[in-house]
């Protein structure tokens, strides 16, 4: 089955190509293309063909956020009575500047931004809270912490191409 995705048409190798990066970007060439059915140089040319092309943004390395301290994940929901674009600029700076947030999301709905926040404590989290309320002028924030995670992938689903 062929897709096209970013000016890229993505056959069945570039479907397990990219199932076995997401699970593992370290994995070699010569591992990958015999996983995947090919050889090491038509391989590693799907593979760079995909990083030109945009399909693979990056490869990055995953930690652990509890080994690290970061064991409180926060979902903040902020709504604003704001709505013009030099308020939006002034606000992306302002979000985008703290490295606790993690996921920062302008969305639909009673909500108007979704942030996915990670601090070691709920000190950490007061933080955060008041640098956005001194930052922003927000009609609400309403705060979600996380008292577990069910489900966690950096994995997009692939199996629509």
């Known amino acids: ?90 606000f992306h700076k302002l979000v985008s500047a703290i490295p606790e947030v993690v996921d920062f999301y302008r969305v639909a709905g009673s909500t108007d931004y979704l942030l996915k926040v990670l601090v070691s404590d709920i000190a950490g989290y007061d933080r955060i809270y008041k640098t956005l309320i001194k930052g922003a002028d927000l009609a609400d924030v309403t705060s979600m912490f996380v008292i577990e995670e069910i489900k966690h992938t950096t994995a997009l689903p692939l199996s629509h191409i």
Do not use: Y
């Open 1 to 90: 089955m062929l897709m096209k995705s970013a000016g890229a048409k993505l056959d069945r190798f570039d479907h397990a190509i990219l199932t076995h990066l997401q699970d593992n970007a370290a994995i070699p060439i010569s591992e990958l293309a015999e996983k995947v059915g090919l050889t090491s140089t038509p391989c590693w040319r799907r593979v760079q063909k995909l990083e030109e092309s945009g399909v693979i943004k990056k490869r990055v390395t995953l930690l652990d956020p509890d080994q690290l301290n970061l064991g409180v994940t926060v979902f903040i929901a902020i709504r604003t009575h704001e709505h013009r674009f030099k308020w939006f600029e002034s």
